[in-house]
């Protein structure tokens, strides 16, 4: 495959598109993060709460354990303690759940906000490119094999624009017929520039 044309406007055009898709996708991306931060931001309560019933919890629990070592009462003075102890166990349970709560959210709206206009458009653009890629490949191939130039000329006047066909003959398809190899040239090499492709069968003058 060939993923850049060999002519240098247009393998700066590419060049430029697929910089120009980099760049999109990295805006996107950090403008996913400044989302995700901000909605984390509301889970600072949530782990408030979570904080304020871990240290109840703890508390208490130690508290009921000292009590427990109270005789003939011990059992008596633990109860309240541990009921305390069990509503900061709700609280941090309650403060947790808000956490993993806003946590998904914020990954699924950042998700959100990078994806679909990533997505909108990468795929395209990726389908653009490796088609291109594809079919320069192919045609670099044929330019280069035995016969190439003929089957590349063919293509020229299927897929050329008229006005282009007439610069290289007034009758370019009786020429390529008769095999007149000056028009064959012209030709191929018109096919190949449609994809970017430099002349590779024009003939050059013989240096002195």
């Known amino acids: ?3 850049y044309a060999e002519q240098p406007l247009r393998r700066a055009l590419q060049v430029a ?4 898709v980099v760049a999109w996708t990295v805006v ?3 403008l996913a993060r400044a989302v995700h931060g901000a909605v984390m931001a509301a889970t600072a309560p949530g782990r408030r709460l979570a904080d304020v019933g871990t240290t109840i919890e703890s508390g208490m629990t130690d508290a009921g354990a000292t009590a427990a070592g109270v005789p ?3 059992s008596r003075l633990q109860d309240p303690f541990g009921r305390v102890a069990a509503t900061g166990e709700q609280l941090r349970q309650a ?3 808000v956490v993993d709560l806003v946590g998904t959210l914020a990954v699924v709206l950042a998700l959100l906000v990078a994806l679909v206009p990533v997505l909108a458009v990468v795929v395209p653009w990726a389908g653009l490119r490796l088609h291109y890629a594809r079919r320069t490949g192919s045609v670099r191939l044929l330019a280069e094999s035995p016969g190439g130039a ?3 000329a063919l293509r020229a006047l299927a897929h050329q624009p008229p006005e282009r066909l007439r610069a290289v003959g007034p009758d370019p398809l009786r020429s390529w017929r008769e095999g007149d190899a000056a028009v064959t040239a012209a030709l191929a090499d018109l096919e190949l520039g449609r994809w970017g492709l430099l002349p590779r069968h024009t003939a050059r003058p013989a240096l002195a």
């Open 95 to 97: 403060g947790d759940g």
């Open 72 to 74: 003939v009462v011990g």
């Open 28 to 30: 996107w991306v950090l």
């Open 17 to 20: 598109g697929d910089l120009g």
């Open 1 to 3: 495959m060939t993923f």
């Open 150 to 152: 003929d089957l590349l």
